[in-house]
């Protein structure tokens, strides 16, 4: 197992997409998670199912089965599902649904502003616990842009970068590499994310894509970090009246490969002509994916197989607490009655697992 976990699976939130690919209402669309397939589909209300995609019954997959009002419907003998539980086995001649024919049934959230779309991994989730969420989305005075990218890294190595306060000089074109000092900080913790703020002496190169005279530059400008476990960071810069953000949900499609989606907010540069707009958007795009890249160039050779425990300084006190927050939240084999990791195969577990009469029967996918 890795040093840093990455065959640990933990508990939480998982962004999967945007609205815009999931609009069919016939077909259910296969979203990759921990290894592991979801059958993701629409009801007959429009609102977003997502489920395990093996029937319990004969193992086939139901990626390719139908939708057909609510219902899931098996390929293989047409077993019938909705929102997780089996309504129907047209084989039976009582018409009796045996106990154990359920499906895990994740926990959607569809956010209207932002348009991402989070499911729920875990078998208990606290009322408190609440889907990622930048009030950047719902602010007309920013302008955005999107994107997405896949790294050949495991989940908690790239959330640690996006929140890694002390790498930003030796990295980015836009840190001032003559001061790279990082001073004491707080870390905020919560059960469910913290933050933490920090000031950097930026580059008066420009290569933040942020306007500012030199004067502005000349000073330190404030960073906030802040992060919601397990996948999702905002970072914010403000330099005098500019403000820019970048908001990234992470998706762990296997335990060694994460997908990121990014959304670059700034509220400068914001008005003009269309023609102009799209020219400024552009450009954003091509410096947000420069950061990403060189990001990634670096993460992507660290090693995470028979290492020595790193040392740890007080700059690394938010990345650090990322760690805690990821031990107190794996998935543990007691509590579920099997081991689940990111290379097994078990379905991930959901809170349905607490409607599943023994663990046992379940993983055996045995009649009552």
């Not at 640690?160 to 004491?184: I, K, Q």
Request: contains cysteine; glycine residues 8%.
């Amino acid at each position: 197992m890795s040093k840093l976990g990455s065959e640990t699976i933990v508990s939480g939130w998982y962004p999967i997409g945007v609205s815009s690919d999931f609009p069919s209402r016939e077909k259910p669309v296969a979203v990759s998670l921990w290894g592991r397939k979801l059958a993701v589909y629409r009801d007959s209300q429009g609102k977003l199912v997502a489920v395990s995609s093996v029937c319990p019954h004969g193992g086939a997959s139901l990626l390719i089965g139908d939708v057909e009002g609510s219902n899931l419907i098996c390929p293989y003998h047409r077993w019938t599902f909705e929102a997780g539980v089996c309504t129907m086995v047209p084989a039976q001649p009582d018409g009796k649904v045996p106990v154990n024919a359920l499906l895990e049934n994740y926990p959607v959230h569809e956010d209207a502003n932002s348009g991402l779309v989070w499911v729920y991994v875990g078998t208990t989730l606290a009322d408190d616990n609440k889907p990622p969420a930048a009030p950047f989305f719902a602010d007309k005075q920013f302008r955005c842009v999107a994107g997405q990218t896949l790294w050949q890294v495991p989940l908690p190595l790239v959330a640690e970068n996006l929140m890694d306060v002390a790498h930003v000089h030796a990295t980015h074109a836009f840190g001032d590499r003559l001061y790279s000092r990082v001073e004491p900080y707080d870390v905020v913790r919560g059960a469910w994310g913290g933050s933490a703020q920090v000031e950097y002496k930026l580059s008066e190169t420009g290569a933040l894509f942020m306007p500012g005279d030199r004067a502005t530059r000349a000073g330190l400008t404030p960073i906030e970090v802040t992060m919601f476990f397990p996948g999702a960071i905002l970072v914010r810069f403000q330099s005098g009246q500019y403000q820019l953000a970048v908001f990234t949900a992470l998706t762990p499609e296997t335990d060694s490969t994460t997908r990121l989606r990014y959304f670059f907010f700034r509220n400068y540069f914001n008005k003009g002509p269309e023609p102009y707009l799209k020219v400024v958007d552009f450009l954003a795009t091509l410096n947000i994916a420069r950061i990403l890249k060189e990001d990634q160039r670096v993460v992507e050779t660290i090693e995470t197989e028979g290492q020595l425990p790193r040392i740890v300084l007080r700059s690394d006190a938010f990345p650090a607490f990322y760690r805690e927050l990821w031990r107190k939240n794996g998935l543990a084999e007691a509590e579920l009655g099997y081991s689940v990791t990111a290379s097994g195969k078990q379905p991930l577990p959901s809170p349905m697992r607490g409607q599943i009469r023994t663990y046992e029967r379940f993983c055996r996918r045995s009649f009552a």
